[in-house]
C-alpha cells in the first residue's frame, strides 16, 4: 500500500516531467470523459424537461384529430382527411361511456393588446370542459361556463405570462384586453407552467369559449377533440373512442380510420428514439475518443519505457522487484488517463454550469465518479502491456542500454 | 563460511553462432570485510563477474552462493530482495535519476525496502552526510559536479546498510582528486566493516584494496594479497 502511494507520486512527477507530451496523448481520453459525461448530462436534462412536458399533456387524454403526431402520412391523404366538428363533442358524449369529459379545441396565432402594451400569442377556442383536459389550474377568478360558451359571452382565461405582461401585479380580473382588435373581458388566470419540451412557452395563451371564437374568428380552421379517460381504464377507453369514432364518420367495417387518435406515449415513443440516437452517437464519440486516447497513452508508456530502460536497469540494480517495476509504470499511465479524465470533468462541469442557463442540466455525481473509474481503466489497459515489458527487462541489458 | 562463493562459474554468450566466454570457469570465495580489486583488459568479464556477484545476472553453468545460499534457486523477487539489503551498487556513471533530488535518488532503495518516509528521510540524510554532502541534499545531479555525483551514488549505495559495495569503475569518470576523494570515502566504508569488491584499471585505486585479482578473458589469471600489517 505504502508502495502504491509512492508510485503514484513518483509517477506524478514523471507525468508533469512531460506535461505537454503527456496532456496531447491524452486529449482522446479528455475529450472521452467530456463526451460521456455531458452525453449523461444532456440525457438527464432532456428528461427532466420531457417529464415535466407530459406533465403537462397528462396520460389520460386523448387527443382526436386528422394527423398522427409522429406519423409518416403525406400532407395531401392527412388534408383529404375529414375535419374534426363541434358536434363530435355531443355525439361523443352520448355515446361514449368512458368518456368523462370532451372538449374541442381551436387554435389559431392573434395579437393581443392591453391599453400600450401588445403580444403576438396563441388563442384556443374551447368549452367548458377543456379545465379538465389539462393539467394546469386556474389561480385567479374562474373558467367560462357552459351558459357563456353557447351565447358566445366575450370572456377570456389567460396564460400566467400575459398577466404578467399586461397588468404585472395589478388584479387583471374584469379588465377588458384586446384580441385581433376585438374586446375581451378577462375573467380567469392560469397558472405558471413554463416551457413545453423547452420550445413554446404556454404561459403566453388566451382561453376562449368556443361559441365566441366561432363568431369573432373563423369556424374553420383546424381543430381537434380532448377526451379524457378514466387513467385505469386507458386501452378499454381508447378502444371505445375508436369505435365511436368509426361510427360517427359513419366508416364500413373494411374501410380505413380517416382520422387519428394521439397519446402522450407517441411522444413517449419518439423520445426514447431521440435518446436512443443521442446516447448511440455519445457512446461512438466516446468510444472512439477513449480508444484513440489508449493508443496515444499506450504509445508514450512505450517511449517512456524506452527512454527510461537505463532507469529501469538502476531500480532493478537497487533491488526493484518485477512488481514494483509494473506498478510504476502502470501507475503513470493511469496518472496521465486520471489527470486527463479529471480535466474532461472539469471542461463538462463548466459546460454544464454554462447549458443550465438555457437547459436544466446538472452533472450528475454518479456519472463522474463513472467516467474517472472509466479513465483509469483506460490507463490500466493501455499501461499494462508497456509495464510489463519494462518489468521484464533484463537487468543487464537495461543498464548497458545507450 | 565465505560471504560470497563462486564454484567453476561460466558466462557464456553466442554472439552470431560464435561462443564467448565472458567467464570461463571462475573460483572466487569473498569473505566478509574484504575489500577487493578486480582488474584486466577491457572486455575480460569485470563487469560480467560484478553483476554475478551482485545477483544480476545468472551464469550459464557453475554454483554462485550467497551466505550459503543458493543463488540459482532463488526467484526474481528474492534476488531483488538480497540486491535491496545486501548490496549498494556504484556505477561508472553514476547512473542517478536526473529529475530527481540527491536526497530523493537516496531514498529510493529504502522506498523498495517498503521504508516509512519520516525514517527514509532521517536515513537518506545520514548517508549523504556521510559521503560529505549535507549541504547539497535538494541539489539534482545536474547541478552537482561529477564528484559530487559519484557520493550521491556511494550514499545510495550504502543508505540502506548493505554489507557490501559493489563499484564498477567508480572513478573512470573523474578526474584524480576527485577519484581519490571517492576512494577514501570507500576505504573509511571498508573500515566500518563493509565488504567493498571494485573493478578498476588503475593501479594506484587498486592499491587501496587488501586483495587485487586479475582477469583475463574471462579467468583468474591472479590473485594477490596485498594486505599490509
Ligand atoms: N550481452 C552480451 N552479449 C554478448 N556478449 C557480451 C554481452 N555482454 C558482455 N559480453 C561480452 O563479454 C565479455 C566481457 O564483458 P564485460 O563487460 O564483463 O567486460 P569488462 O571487463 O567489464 O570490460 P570493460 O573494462 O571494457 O568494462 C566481452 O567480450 C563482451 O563483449
Ligand atoms: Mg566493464
Known sequence: MLLLFENFFISLSAVFANKTRSILTALGIIIGVFSVTMMGTLISGLDKTFESSMSMLGRD?????????????EWWEVRNRPRMRTEYVQKVKQRSKYALAVAPVMQRGASLSYGEKETRTEIFGTNEDYMKTITANIVEGRFFSQNEDRSGSRVTIIGFGIKEAFFGEKDPIGKYIKIDNEKFRVIGVLEKQGKFLGLFSTDKQAILPIGAYNRVFSKRGWMRLSVKIPEQKIEEG????????RHIRGLKPNQKNDFAINQTKAFEKNYNMLKIAIGGTGTFIT???LIVGGIGVMNIMFVSVKE???????????????????GQFLMEAISICLIAGLLGLMISYVFSILLNQVFPSTLDMRLAGFSIFISILVGVISGIIPSYRAANLDPIDALRYE | MSLIALNNIYKIYNVGGEEVRALDGINLKIDENEYLAIMGPSGSGKSTLMNMVGCLDTPSSGVYQFEGEMVQEMDDDQLASIRNRKIGFVFQ???LLPKATAQQNVEIPLVYGNIRKAERIKMASKA????GLKDRMHHKPNELSGGQRQRVAIARALVNNPSIILADEPTGNLDSKSGHEIMGILNQLHQQGNTIILVTHEDDIAQNANRIIRLYDG??????NTKKN
Do not use: C, H, P, Q
Request: proline share 0%; aromatic share 10%; no cysteine.
Open chain 2, 128 to 131: 549523504l552526510e556521510d559521503v
Open chain 2, 93 to 95: 556513471t553514476f547512473n
Open chain 2, 219 to 224: 579467468k583468474i589469471t591472479e590473485d594477490l
Open chain 1, 287 to 289: 468510444l472512439l475518443s
Open chain 1, 308 to 326: 527510461r530502460t537505463r532507469e529501469i536497469g538502476v531500480r532493478k540494480a537497487i533491488g526493484a522487484t518485477k512488481g514494483m517495476i509494473l
Open chain 1, 238 to 245: 381508447l378502444d371505445e373512442i375508436y369505435s365511436v369514432m
Open chain 1, 61 to 73: 387524454i386523448l387527443y382526436i384529430s386528422r394527423y398522427e403526431w409522429f406519423g409518416d402520412m
